[in-house]
């Protein structure tokens, strides 16, 4: 029955979009699958915030990074140095989370609201434990506003979670994270070009953007570095 639903879905496609564009999405797909069992983990699911019970006009809902836009941005990200730490905002089922911690970080946090979502972002993570180069992976269930940001943390990842007052408080939080203790610290906004996300980081002053990588579906990674 699966196969018979994909299999129609695959022609409705065709038919729509033409064989080139359906091939290209239809192979996407594959490769997401593969990388997914690659490292036993389960990440793929897109979940609406209604469903979590926290609905509200400034959180986005959870859907994950795409495994082809990680493999865009993975030599941005690689860190120079054993100290580095990264932190995941809105880390979800943890596929971020899991993908920082295959490179050399000493350390990668992924910060979520939903305890439900957290925890399976957890299990997520102790699947493959065995495959990461980064061991040392903690998830806290936490409103973004509310987190202190450790002063070791050099790298901070926003896939479009939120937007508005709560944006603005996590970057005060950001600040003063960095005004506490100097330092290289990057924040990587991977956004719907010309989203909310996009307008609203691009207007602080003391961010300057350093590079932007161009993903697909029209969104791009913003990379910005503390002025």
């Not at 956004?191 to 350093?210: C, H, N, T, Y």
């Amino acid at each position: 029955m699966a196969a018979t639903l994909r299999f129609r879905n695959l022609i409705r496609s065709v038919r729509s979009e033409g064989i080139g564009s359906s091939a290209k999405a239809y192979w996407s797909r594959i490769r997401e699958r593969f990388d997914e069992t690659r490292l036993g983990i389960d990440s793929d699911q897109i979940i609406g915030l209604d469903k979590l019970a926290l609905a509200c006009e400034e959180r986005r809902d959870h859907v994950p990074t795409k495994f082809r836009d990680f493999r865009a941005m993975k030599a941005a990200f690689r860190p120079t140095s054993q100290s580095e730490v990264f932190v995941d905002y809105g880390a979800g089922l943890g596929r971020m989370v899991v993908l920082a911690a295959t490179l050399p970080f000493k350390k990668v946090i992924g910060i979520e609201i939903s305890e439900q979502l957290a925890g399976r972002a957890r299990d997520n993570v102790r699947q493959c434990r065995a495959k990461l180069q980064c061991r040392d992976i903690e998830i806290f269930t936490i409103d973004a506003t509310k987190f202190e940001i450790p002063p070791e943390v050099t790298t901070i990842f926003f896939y479009n979670p939120f937007v508005g007052s709560i944006l603005s408080d996590v970057l005060r939080n950001i600040r003063h994270s960095y005004d506490t203790r100097p330092r290289r610290l990057r924040i990587f906004c991977s956004v719907p070009d010309g989203g909310a996300f996009d307008s609203q980081i691009r207007k602080v002053e003391w961010l300057r953007l350093e590079k932007t990588i161009k993903l697909g579906d029209n969104s791009s990674c913003l990379i910005f570095a503390v002025k």
